[in-house]
């Protein structure tokens, strides 16, 4: 006898990957709110909530790319500083 209850096909990529990458390497709270979001993907799926999982999967994408982006903000803006001190210290 087969499960109705599961969904067809395969749920959406959850970006996990990212998310972790996120919380190590650039920006910690946007990056646990990323791993929050990866892990309800499967859940979400297998309840039959197929929007909600790719909700969840989009924002843990968003979530990650939004700390990668400010991590490399925040490291231009360190290097334009340390420039600007440097040339200041010189005059």
């Known amino acids: ?4 209850n599961t969904p067809a096909g395969a749920p ?3 970006n996990l990957v990212w998310a972790i990458v996120c919380t190590v ?4 709270p946007l990056g646990i709110v990323a791993i929050i979001k990866s ?8 309840q039959g909530d197929h929007a909600g999982a790719q909700k969840a999967a989009d924002d843990a994408k968003k979530y990650s790319i939004w700390g990668a982006a ?4 925040g490291v231009i803006l360190y290097f334009i500083f340390a420039v600007v001190i440097g040339v200041a210290s010189n005059m």
Request: one cysteine or more; proline letters at 4%.
């Open 70 to 73: 400010i991590a490399g903000i």
């Open 25 to 28: 390497m650039c920006c910690i």
């Open 1 to 4: 006898m087969e499960n109705t």
């Open 12 to 14: 959406p990529e959850n």
């Open 39 to 46: 892990t309800k993907v499967k859940e979400l799926w297998l």
